[in-house]
């Protein structure tokens, strides 16, 4: 039997510790005159347009360097995509499991294994770290070490994003959790954009170790209560944390909920995201926001719901509202951004508004829709901020009232603009309209109310997405575009396979959907069986519909 | 002869070099002082241990003798740097820590 | 009553085609799959295609009207009530028990559509050959336009609404692509917006319903939902029967979500027609008729389909009278006859053949007036204002002999294309009974005379009169490649009515599948009963009060200020303003205010904790002066207090 899993986190990982050994050895001398060079014709007129391209030895040593990097994306890819062929979509529970002691002591192990919705998400990352790497190549050309060092953060971000989505352990996923924050946090303050990218990638780091610190109290608790750290038993019907008091299951459920929802981010702790992706690359924002951020609805699903059954009733109506306060806020309000980075965010806040919306909603098609709407809401908002990075790249701004009339120098950049536009405000026939829809149709049936207040954020979408469009894309050209590239070669790769995907699994996302069901049922089975054999009054709050 | 005057040596000894740590600013001096401390304490380890009969005080002072030991080594080199870059031993002159 | 044992999918599960029995109907999906691939193609394929991809683009639709034509003739060939044919291609998405299927529904009503949209659509794709040969994006104007044929053929072919509402959105997408093809003027782009923006608005009522559907009647496929509709509350009925039309009134431009047609005639001519005149802007009266069952079983709902097609005829009859653009006049004499369409919708049954019969002649003669204003608009150096038209029908004689066939088909002259539906929907009206009956019927013949007036007023300012053109301005007759497809049109405004009506033909072919009452056409009836008389009266005042004020006076070239209904008029009612002043300005302030709480408010709290953090450590640092021995003496305290605890302790 193959390791895949284990596979898939040590790919990325070795591939992150052979890049920067390569970026290491082949660029020993920092080539400080070749940078202030560089420096200069990039920071000294925001008019230039052309990209400034590597010279010298370090130049080539960064060069190989991305390229092996590249290579290990491209081969972390083939292995998921061999795995996923492999599983079994008729089956529930995990697959590919594989179980290891670590420390004894504490009965901590190393155990992997996926069900349908981390494996889709785990494809999700794999499909977006090449794709970042190939947009993010010429990103970097103006550093001593010409990006290497932050294409060796992302492999090692990869590893741990496989990791984390494929722990079976409580415990192996906490060390995941936490040690994600680390690349990022120097991919943002090393690598990111802007003045305030060091304040910025702080913010994260500190929202995000509040959070996790106080998932480990819950951690810790789920050992002291259930005595094993291993998620196989400690959930399901049978496992070791079903027969306990439902008022400790609150606040052991709480623990995990309040990490989960800084991390996915939930309206009022998501003020750290804007910055983040304002300070970000548009890459290190696609893998924060496509990827990242999903661990938070993730783990909703996988720990809160499961582990907790009996504490779920209580939390359905308060996030429902925070849900659709997330919903509406973040639409409102990415109206209200003139960053497009800071903009897209703000979108992002409102779609994870209707993930958990439909997490918690609890019904089948809403948990579904809400599954498949993290790997959609990948593709789409990667698509997007891969765009707004183009622009980026060509007049070194993210303001929308530095661009204009954009549509006409630039045809295909705009169209591929428009088309992941669209995908955002989830246009039937492009993915995220299947989940969205799902997510609504099975709010619906938990409660009209709810779905109603939701609705208003699909033509709030369009509003925020069209008005992007027409301030950047449509009009009379400004004198100072006139010479904007349109997308090059590089480019198109990078950004082609996710407007493809997003069109292939708009028409045809049962693949997914057969992946993810199974997985759905389980937590919809177990958040209402539990809830009705409590007492009637959860039940009625819980498993309504 | 009565263990508790070697006790009450010890807390001589001790108080003796808790005052020259506070008070003196050579930093070979506070240094001695501080060794002054440790070997109270290692009599005072002894003498309890010869009250109660038990050999686990005298093994604890050789351990406190061991670590002093140590103590002296990284202890000393790091005045010999600071007089070097500095020209002076005293130890408010070393306050580079402050907030 | 039971309404609806007339729906012949209601009385058994329609039969499903497999390619043994009929293999032209198994392969109805190539009618949207053609030109979605041409779409695909010229967008892909870019600048490798601009040399031939127009005339792809154009055979393309051809060819689906080829296939249409054939899937007719099959169903002919079966029995009336065995016409509704499912056409499964594949399952879309599916969870638990939701299912949506890219099936197909090939029925008379959904043929009907899939005809007029291919022909007309072929028809204005030869046209933009000549319109827009001189544009530098014509390769992207025939892909959306491929596009949005595939879309609506999609729409009107879906035998289930998850379906339908892909087709749906996809043609507001290739409206909102077409609207705001020339992207560079900002009128364009914003007009493109809001027409996307309004919509979104209806479609959010299409959504609900659709959600409504499911949750309730369990099912979103037309023949599951329509089989539920008599065990489900009239409360539910009511609500779905609403949505719905509020989705209707997005997508036809019915009040009050009209604004967006208006401004929609930024996009190019072909587009108008096409888009914004033919088809598009019917599929809500599409929609009420394919979901009749629902507002059969709902009064209300019915009532206020009535209330809102009446409302948008008379409006949109007194835009497009005081409107001097030719373009914005006849898209507010588009939104006047698709009200009338919506009202004869609303009566249910008994109006159904009379709605989608005026639907089918008003496409033919309603794109034929908007290729000839593109023809004249071509001539005129693509000035729009007819004050500064004139005199044209001797420059433009074929322009003018096929719009004015379109503009005597519109207003009602006796046995053009118009006057057969449109007297269908009169005697549909009055039919009613009763005062509803009366007061509908007027309401129809009020907006007959609106039409008949602002249609002579838009004739006889551009065509007859002295000329009143811009200096540099040459008329002269268009290219034979935009000439042609006005004839074709024009042919189908003089007897297109006539065939569908004459011995019930139309009505024959309809009625089984949308569970249509036949009424008996007949001529005779139609000249001698007194809603015909009055038909014909009104036509004629019309047309004269306009010779009066048009014709025998000469046209002012500055519009004069006019009544306060007039100046009401050319602001289209203030729908503008009223849009602006309910939601725009509100929802400014709101986002305004909300990012000014996020700044200040929330994101401060976070900051603002952080902040104490920081102040506090750097007090506690302070503590911390770098004298060695003070921190010995601190350390001194410490054991003492410690040692002392002890000591009192124990």
């Known amino acids: ?545 | 002869m009565d263990p508790m005057n070697y006790i009450v040596l010890a807390a001589l000894l001790f108080t003796i070099g808790a005052v020259g740590v506070l008070v003196r600013r050579n930093a070979i001096i506070v240094f001695m002082c501080v060794e002054l401390m440790l070997n109270a304490c290692n009599l005072a380890f002894v003498a309890f241990a010869r009250m109660h009969g038990d050999i686990e005080g005298q093994v604890i002072a050789f351990f406190v003798m061991v670590v002093a030991a140590a103590e002296v080594v990284v202890g000393l080199a790091i005045i010999m740097q600071i007089f070097r870059t500095r020209r002076s031993a005293s130890l408010d002159d070393a306050n580079l820590l402050k907030n | 009553m039971a309404v609806t044992q007339h729906h012949a999918y209601l009385a058994a599960e329609p039969a499903v085609a497999t390619a043994a029995d009929s293999p032209v109907l198994s392969f109805a999906w190539l009618l949207f799959a053609l030109p979605l691939a041409g779409a695909a193609i010229l967008l892909l394929g870019g600048r490798r295609t601009d040399k031939w991809g127009h005339l792809l683009a154009t055979v393309l639709p051809i060819a689906s009207f080829a296939l249409a034509a054939l899937i007719l003739f099959d169903l002919l060939g079966r029995a009336g009530d065995a016409r509704s044919v499912s056409v499964p291609v594949y399952e879309w998405f599916a969870v638990g028990d939701f299912s949506a299927g890219v099936n197909l529904l090939v029925d008379p009503l959904s043929i009907s559509f899939a005809l007029l949209i291919t022909f007309v659509g072929s028809l204005i794709h030869v046209y933009s050959i000549g319109y827009m040969a001189e544009d530098p994006g014509r390769r992207r104007f025939f892909a959306y336009l491929n596009l949005f044929v595939a879309a609506m053929l999609v729409l009107v072919l879906a035998d289930n609404f998850v379906l339908l509402f892909l087709g749906w959105e996809g043609v507001g997408l290739a409206s909102y692509l077409l609207i705001g093809f020339w992207q560079y003027k900002p009128t364009a782009a914003t007009a493109a917006k809001k027409a996307f923006l309004i919509n979104r608005v209806g479609d959010l009522g299409l959504l609900v319903a659709i959600m409504i559907m499911f949750a309730v009647l369990g099912a979103v496929s037309f023949s599951e939902v329509f089989a539920a509709v008599p065990g489900a509350s009239d409360g539910i009925l009511l609500a779905i029967g609403l949505l719905l039309l509020l989705g209707a009134c997005g997508k036809s431009a019915q009040l009050p979500l009209q604004a967006w047609l208006l401004d929609a005639m930024e996009g190019p001519t072909p587009v108008s027609a096409l888009i914004h005149a033919a088809t598009m802007v019917t599929a809500g009266v599409y929609l009420i008729v394919r979901a009749g069952p629902i507002f059969e079983g709902a009064a209300v709902a019915q009532t206020a389909v009535l209330a809102v097609g009446a409302a948008t005829m008379l409006a949109g009859g007194i835009i497009a009278s005081a409107k001097d653009d030719i373009k914005k006049s006849l898209a507010g004499s588009t939104m006047s006859q698709i009200g009338m369409m919506v009202l004869a919708a609303g009566l249910g049954p008994a109006g159904y053949v009379a709605a989608i019969a005026h639907l089918i002649t008003h496409g033919f003669f309603k794109a034929g007036l908007f290729l000839g204003a593109g023809s004249v608009m071509h001539a005129m150096n693509e000035g729009v204002d007819m004050r500064r038209y004139g005199g044209l029908a001797t420059k433009m004689p074929i322009t003018f002999a096929t719009f004015g066939l379109g503009y005597l088909a519109i207003i009602g002259v006796p046995l053009l294309s118009g006057w057969w539906t449109k007297e269908s929907i009169i005697s549909a009206t009055f039919g009613v009974g009763g005062t509803t009956g009366l007061v509908l019927g007027s309401a129809v013949i009020a907006g007959a005379l609106l039409t008949a007036f602002y249609m002579s007023r838009m004739v006889f300012m551009t065509f007859l009169g002295k000329p009143r053109w811009e200096e540099g301005v040459h008329p002269h007759e268009s290219p034979a490649n935009m000439t042609v497809p006005m004839v074709l049109l024009a042919i189908g405004s003089l007897g297109l009515g006539a065939f569908l009506m004459l011995g019930d033909r139309f009505a024959g072919f309809l009625a089984p599948a949308v569970g249509a009452e036949v009424h008996h056409f007949s001529v005779a009836h139609a000249f001698t009963a007194p809603y015909g008389i009055a038909a014909l009266v009104v036509l004629v005042l019309g047309v004269a009060v306009a010779w009066a004020m048009y014709l025998r006076k000469p046209v002012a070239q500055v519009a004069p200020k006019g009544s306060f209904v007039t100046v009401a008029a050319r602001k289209e009612l203030y729908g503008n303003e009223i849009n602006e002043g309910l939601l725009m300005r509100p929802g400014q302030v709101l986002t305004k205010a909300l990012v000014t709480i996020e700044d200040k408010v929330i994101d401060a709290a976070v900051n603002g904790l952080g902040a104490g953090v920081r102040d506090s450590s750097s007090g506690l640092g302070r503590a911390q002066t770098g004298f060695a021995r003070s921190y010995a003496l601190t350390m001194l305290f410490g054991a003492v207090i410690v040692a002392a605890t002890l000591v009192v302790r124990l």
């Not at chain 1, 420096?39 to 000294?44: L, S």
């Not at chain 1, 998921?80 to 590919?96: E, H, K, N, P, Y």
């Not at chain 1, 109206?335 to 209707?354: E, P």
């Open chain 1, 1 to 545: 039997m193959i390791p895949w899993l284990t596979i898939a986190i040590a790919l990325p990982a070795i591939g992150a510790v052979a890049v920067w050994a390569l970026a290491r050895a082949q660029a020993p001398a920092a080539d400080t005159a070749q940078r202030r060079r560089s420096e200069a014709a990039t920071g000294g007129g925001t008019d230039t347009i052309t990209e400034v391209r590597p010279a010298g030895p370090a130049a080539v040593g960064a060069e190989n360097a991305k390229r092996a990097a590249f290579g290990f994306s491209l081969a972390t890819l083939a292995v998921v995509v061999a795995m996923a062929l492999r599983f079994d979509t008729g089956a529930g529970g995990l697959q590919f499991e594989q179980t290891h002691e670590w420390i004894p002591r504490f009965g901590v192990h190393y155990a992997v294994g996926v069900d349908g919705i981390a494996l889709v998400l785990i494809l999700l990352s794999a499909v977006l770290v090449p794709l970042v790497m190939l947009a993010a190549w010429r990103e970097h050309d103006d550093r001593e070490d010409g990006g290497a060092g932050y294409f060796a953060l992302i492999l090692a971000l990869q590893a741990m994003m496989v990791g984390v989505f494929a722990a079976a352990d409580v415990f192996l996923f906490y060390v995941f959790f936490e040690a994600m924050l680390i690349p990022v946090y120097f991919m943002i303050g090393r690598y990111g954009r802007g003045e305030q990218r060091a304040r910025a990638a702080v913010k994260f780091l500190l929202y995000s170790l509040v959070g996790g610190l106080i998932m480990l109290v819950a951690v810790i608790g789920v050992y002291v209560v259930g005595g094993t750290f291993l998620w196989t038993e400690l959930a399901g019907p049978g496992g070791a944390l079903a027969g306990i008091e439902t008022e400790l299951a609150v606040w052991l459920f709480l623990g995990f909920f309040i990490a989960f929802a800084i991390k996915a981010p939930m309206w009022p702790v998501h003020t750290w995201l804007p910055d983040a992706a304002q300070a970000s690359r548009p890459g290190t924002a696609v893998l924060l926001v496509g990827v990242l951020d999903k661990v938070g609805t993730y783990g909703m699903l996988r720990y809160c719901l499961e582990l907790f059954p009996s504490a779920v009733s209580a939390f359905v109506w308060p996030v429902v509202a925070l849900s659709l306060v997330s919903i509406v806020y973040g639409a409102i309000l990415a109206i209200g951004q003139s960053d497009m980075m800071r903009l897209i965010a703000y979108t992002s806040v409102s779609h994870f508004g209707f993930i958990t919306l439909g997490i918690f909603a609890l019904t089948e098609q809403a948990q579904a829709g809400a599954a498949l709407y993290m790997v959609n809401h990948g593709f789409a908002t990667g698509a997007l901020f891969l765009v707004v990075g183009f622009l980026i790249a060509r007049r070194g701004s993210a303001q929308i009232a530095d661009y204009g009339g954009v549509q006409k120098v630039a045809p295909q950049l705009a169209g591929v603009f428009l088309v992941a536009g669209l995908a955002g405000l989830a246009l039937p026939g492009l993915a995220p309209f299947v989940s969205e829809f799902l997510v609504l149709v099975g709010v619906y049936a938990f409660n009209p109310v709810a779905a109603v207040v939701a609705v208003i954020g699909v033509v709030l979408a369009a509003l925020y997405i069209l008005w992007m469009f027409q301030r950047t894309m449509t009009g009379p050209t400004p004198e100072k575009l006139s010479g904007l590239k349109d997308l090059n070669l590089r480019e198109k790769w990078a950004v082609g396979p996710l407007l493809a995907l997003l069109i292939v699994f708009g028409l045809y996302p049962q693949p997914l959907l057969d992946a993810i069901d199974p997985a759905v049922e389980r937590t919809v089975q177990i958040g209402t069986e539990d809830a009705s054999a409590t007492d009637g009054a959860t039940a009625e709050e819980g498993g309504e519909g």
